[in-house]
Each structure stands twice: as structure tokens, then as C-alpha cells.
């Protein structure tokens, strides 16, 4: 079975800078993309970035110029640096993947996600 692992949540000032991580490990054939999510309380949940495995990236309008999707390959590890963090930013960050197990023509992709890290932005 896949499993996603995410650390780097934190609670960090205003203005100031985190690193997600999140790993992937299990039954894992390859990967086609990673991407990050976040909700915050009482929203629902929305894409923050995603990365392609030709290593193209897409970004959502709120983050844009502040934060940053990377992947590391040998790893399966997706990171986010964050900086010139908000108050607004304040959510849980869940990570996500879509992946193939089996190496088989068409081989169906499917989804998986972490369990989530709490990143607080505050004074």
C-alpha cells in the first residue's frame, strides 16, 4: 500500500518561512505528479501547487512569487518552501499523488494523500 508522510508544519511569524515535506513510499511504480493542498478552518480544501513528472509546475494565484514546489526523484519526496508567509496562509497542508503500481500498458493512475500538516502563521 502507498503511503504519504508529511513533516514541516509549524507555527512561524508573519513574514516569515517553512519547508513541507512530504514522502511517498510503498508499492510505487511512477509517479506523474505531486501536489499540495491546504484548508483552512471553515474552508474547503483548495490546491496550493502541483509538479508534473517532466518537472513542468502550476501554482494558485495566492501563492504565486512566494512559494515553491520542488521534487526530489530518488526520494519520491515533494517539497514546498513557503516564504513572506501570511496570517491567511494558516491551514492544514495536505499533500497528494498521483502514481501508477503496476508497470503494465495503461496502467491506471491513482490518487493518494497524506495526513496532513498544520502550518500557523501568527504573531
Known amino acids: 500500500q502507498v503511503q504519504l508522510v508529511e513533516s514541516g508544519g509549524d507555527l512561524v511569524q508573519p513574514g516569515g518561512s517553512l519547508r513541507l515535506s512530504c514522502a511517498a513510499s510503498g508499492s510505487i511504480f511512477s509517479i506523474y505528479a505531486m501536489a499540495w493542498y491546504r484548508q483552512a478552518p471553515g474552508k474547503q480544501r483548495e490546491l496550493v501547487a502541483t509538479?508534473?513528472?517532466?518537472?513542468?509546475?502550476n501554482y494558485a494565484d495566492f501563492v504565486k512569487g512566494r512559494f515553491a514546489i520542488s521534487r526530489d526523484y530518488a526520494k519520491n519526496t515533494v517539497y514546498l518552501q513557503m516564504n513572506g508567509l501570511k496570517p491567511e496562509d494558516t491551514a492544514v497542508y495536505y499533500c497528494?499523488?498521483?502514481?501508477?503500481?503496476?508497470?503494465?500498458?495503461?496502467?491506471?493512475?491513482?490518487?493518494?494523500w497524506g495526513q496532513g500538516t498544520q502550518v500557523t502563521v501568527s504573531s
Open positions: 497528494n499523488a498521483d502514481l501508477t503500481t503496476r508497470a503494465y500498458v495503461n496502467a491506471p493512475r491513482r490518487t493518494y
Open positions: 509538479i508534473i513528472n517532466d518537472g513542468s509546475t
